[in-house]
């Protein structure tokens, strides 16, 4: 049977549900390949439903085995069953309240999209978000039907677990009560062999929580770093947010087959095992601080996203944006606050400009979707949290903080939408934020333009604003930017206290009495100013300023916001990059100068340091080439950028030498931010000086290291260099590790000298360890080889060919993970013809497959435009 073609579904046709759930009381007898789901749900009538009051429910890969209302059997005459649910009809219902009884089988171990009830390794767990429960048994699947859950889990297993607090264990089975309404979607089950390490926090008003960690036998003593992040964000919520816990128990499950990085489930995290497990020998400090970042997210979403969920999943960004910017609060405060925004920044531009800028663009709230999976994006996540910052920057912190209050305090226990969100905002601050309700409505990348100039004394600054047009939206509104900024002269002092513009129409101007702004900051009139536009990247904007290399060197010698110190940094080598590849004029030899004197200042934090000698990716010029109106070649970028890269070896030789020497941070290993920030600076000098050819150090370091990130580092250098013995070694030292193999597999390619990777990619797919149906594995070797441009983009088309192959493969097994890595074609219209012309002949077989998953053929269909 052909499924029919999915029809998209629209925000505007929201309709309230026609039931509500009063509570839920399921079981499972849990077997491997027939699990049986026993639902008792009481529903009534909702005074807010609109419909004819037929009751509908979700329901997919469901043999049912029975139905009962009021304890009364349906037979198949009273309900109408469809592959996507159940309904009953209006008349068939005995009133206003009533209970449902389903039981119904499933299979958790033929389950590979990894949604639902999966097993993995021989446990059993789920995921649920987005709608994953109506694999589970016949429910309203979604997130306004909120309800208190019991639950009874019957296995020979030895750990049994569920949401809420237990409510009693016997030989075989546990039960356990969640007290607090919640959506399906944050049901969650795990049954398996598992350890806990354990330990206990106490709540500002003295609740006493058990606190554990799950993991496979093993893996235990991989555990004290998520423990030691879960603490902390429980303190930090307390103090910052004044957000308690709410339970008496809080359990986080480490699972190696998992699509996302970890999921929120009331009581019951799960986690992807790579954001839980890590010992130094393991993990690399970047490892401990995903950790330490997604550990705090999934604490901090029990009360923005749990105790306050979203009404529809058009409201998506109401819980992700914000907890994304919480997590991003919490991280800044807990390492430095300016490396960790250069930090977001980067991955923001990286992941979420590219989106915004191509196809896949769609606002922070989208109108419609076909596949909700599919918009689990960066644009919901990252901008929807730029979003955040910036309401936080226009109102000020004491009006965030008491808005805040006043959101959990109206609609604890409710499913929200934005509109309720600037509500409080608005009713907090007496502000009008309709302007800035455009940020969730219109996608695109706002361009901003600066110009400046003095006559007459008087200094005048005019910002500009444009807003691209995206896919479906081809006329925008201006936009609300908040512009923070300050001014230098050419000496480098600041001449204007630090202020923000608000840009809230196509132009905004600003003038000020030069003499004056001289005479406040006790500095001789200047003859020109330097801007310093947009500090701490106080919107997510592009912006173009006039500036000149020697206005960038100036900032990035003195600018007084650390930001837009490295940000000048950043352009300078960016622009080295374009006018390398475009064949211009540059002085790039002043301006590794001037890097390696802000790599040398030792009153600046290594990581910092380190951040600066760092060049933007390939995938960054590429952009940057567009961006001039060129056609960027792959190939000659990652030669390029292989050729900056050692030319700054070789004129910051000693320099880099004296970097790497200084900041060994000694044989103890500690992932706190100031040993990690050594290591970042002296892994970065290390990487520089490898790419001069010359692999002594790197070879030395790969010998001796102590811990994961040193070793990756020289390894990363070595097969940088062309030497695959380190490798074979590499291998079999850790052929056992999971986590550790899924790094060799990357590195392997992403690494690899350009014209190696695509083969080496290929022979890896053959490796006896080389499981494609773990994501995590899948994403090191196939998303490795789609994001090392000049494999990918090999002018044979091989590279489109090998992903392509693997991503149909895997979406008739797992379509969620493989539409989210279809991205990678995203930014095909930035390429020559010819190589336009193998992508979408790709896209086109892609599209053809036989069954192919609404996923993937909706992610195609967009891309392709
Ligand atoms: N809510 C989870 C988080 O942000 C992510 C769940 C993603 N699930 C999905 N099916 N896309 O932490
Ligand atoms: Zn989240």
Redesign the pocket.
């Known amino acids: 049977m052909k499924d029919a073609v999915p029809q998209p579904i629209h925000l505007v046709d929201y309709r309230p549900p026609s039931h509500l759930v009063e509570d839920v009381h399921l079981t499972f007898r849990l077997s491997p390949k027939g699990t049986r789901v026993i639902a008792k749900i009481r529903f009534r009538a909702n005074p807010e439903g609109l419909d004819e009051g037929n009751l509908r429910l979700d329901g997919e890969n469901l043999r049912l085995i029975s139905l009962s209302l009021n304890g009364h059997p349906l037979t198949a005459l009273d309900y109408l069953l469809t592959p996507q649910g159940l309904t009953i009809p209006a008349e068939r219902l005995p009133g206003p309240a009533f209970t449902l009884c389903s039981e119904v089988e499933i299979d958790p171990e033929a389950n590979t999209a990894l949604e639902g009830l999966y097993t993995s390794n021989g446990m059993f767990c789920t995921?649920c978000?987005?709608e994953g429960f109506r694999k589970i048994t016949f429910y309203p699947d979604r997130p306004d039907v909120m309800a208190p859950f019991t639950v009874r889990i019957e296995s020979d297993l030895p750990v049994l677990l569920s949401n809420g607090n237990p409510l009693a264990s016997g030989e075989g089975w546990a039960e356990w009560h969640d007290p607090w309404p919640k959506p399906a979607y944050l049901f969650a089950l795990v049954a398996g062999d598992l350890v806990a390490q354990s330990d206990r926090f106490t709540t500002a008003s003295g609740r006493d929580v058990a606190l554990n960690i799950w993991v496979r036998p093993g893996d235990e003593d991989r555990c004290d770093y998520a423990m030691d992040a879960l603490k902390r964000s429980m303190a930090w919520d307390e103090q910052v947010y004044g957000r308690e816990y709410d339970l008496d128990i809080f359990n986080i499950v480490a699972v190696d087959d998992f699509?996302?990085?970890?999921?929120?489930n009331k009581g019951l995290n799960i986690f992807n095992s790579k954001y839980v497990l890590a010992s130094p020998e393991t993990a690399t400090d970047r490892d401990y601080d995903w950790i330490e970042g997604i550990v705090a997210?999934?604490y901090f979403?029990n009360w923005t996203g749990n105790r306050i969920t979203c009404r529809d999943w058009f409201q998506l960004c109401l819980k992700?944006g914000l907890t994304v910017f919480r997590d991003q609060q919490f991280s800044a405060d807990m390492r430095s606050a300016p490396v960790k925004r250069i930090e977001d920044v980067l991955q923001l531009r990286a992941r979420q400009f590219r989106e915004d800028g191509g196809p896949l663009a769609h606002p922070v709230r989208p109108e419609s979707y076909v596949e909700i999976?599919n918009f689990?994006t960066a644009t919901v996540y990252e901008k929807g949290a730029e979003l955040i910052r910036m309401l936080r920057e226009l109102v000020g912190p004491d009006a965030y903080a008491a808005a805040l209050d006043e959101y959990f305090a109206r609609h604890d226990g409710q499913a929200c939408t934005i509109e309720d969100w600037l509500q409080v905002f608005e009713d907090v601050t007496q502000r009008d934020l309709s302007q800035f309700k455009r940020w969730y409505t219109q996608a695109g990348t706002p361009r901003v333009s600066a110009e400046w100039h003095i006559a007459d004394g008087t200094l005048s600054l005019t910002l500009r604003q444009e807003v691209p047009a995206t896919p479906g939206q081809p006329l925008k509104e201006p936009a609300l930017i908040p512009v923070r900024l300050g001014m230098l002269t050419p000496e480098g002092a600041e001449i204007l206290p630090d202020m923000v513009i608000e840009l809230d129409s196509p132009e905004v101007s600003r003038s000020w009495d030069l003499a004056d702004l001289a005479q406040a900051a006790g500095v001789s009139v200047p003859q020109r100013v330097i801007p310093s536009l947009l500090r701490g990247f106080s919107a997510p904007v592009v912006l173009d300023a006039a500036l000149t290399p020697e206005d960038r060197a100036v900032l990035l010698a003195h600018d007084g916001d650390p930001f837009n110190r490295w940000e000048a940094g950043r352009r300078l080598l960016r622009e080295a990059l374009v006018a390398d590849l475009a064949q211009t004029r540059f002085d790039t030899a002043g301006v590794i100068e001037a890097l390696g004197h802000a790599a040398g200042d030792t009153h600046l934090d290594p990581a910092f340091r380190a951040l600066v000698l760092s060049l933007p990716s390939e995938d960054d010029i590429a952009q940057a080439i567009c961006d001039i109106g060129l056609v960027p070649d792959p190939v000659a970028i990652a030669d390029a950028h292989r050729a900056l890269s050692a030319r700054m070896g070789a004129a910051l030789g000693p320099l880099l030498q004296r970097l790497y020497a200084e900041n060994d941070p000694g044989p103890a290993y500690s992932p706190a931010a100031e040993d990690a920030g050594k290591r970042a600076l002296r892994n970065t000098a290390l990487r520089l000086l490898s790419l001069t050819g010359d692999l002594t150090l790197a070879r030395a370091q790969f010998e001796n290291a102590r811990n994961m990130t040193d070793q990756v580092a020289a390894l990363s250098c070595l097969i940088a260099g062309g030497e695959t013995e380190a490798a074979a070694r590499f291998e079999a030292q850790w052929q056992g590790d999971r986590l550790v193999m899924d790094k060799w597999f990357m590195l392997q390619i992403a690494q690899a000298p350009r014209d190696m990777a695509l083969d080496r990619a290929k022979a890896l797919t053959e490796h006896p360890l080389f499981d494609w149906k773990n994501p995590n594995r899948f994403r090191s070797v196939i998303g490795a080889l789609g994001q090392t441009p000049a494999a990918f983009h090999d002018p044979s088309g091989a590279g489109y060919r090998f992903v392509a192959d693997w991503l149909i493969r895997l979406d008739g097994l797992n379509p969620?993970t493989a539409a989210r890595m279809s991205t990678l074609f995203e930014t095909w219209r930035r390429y020559d013809a010819d190589r336009q012309e193998l992508i979408r002949a790709e896209l086109e077989r892609i599209a053809a497959t036989e069954g192919l998953s609404r996923d993937m053929s909706e992610m195609v269909a967009r891309i392709s435009g």
């Open positions: 995921q978000e987005a699509n996302m990085g970890a999921m929120e997210h999934e979403h992700e999976n689990y969620q």
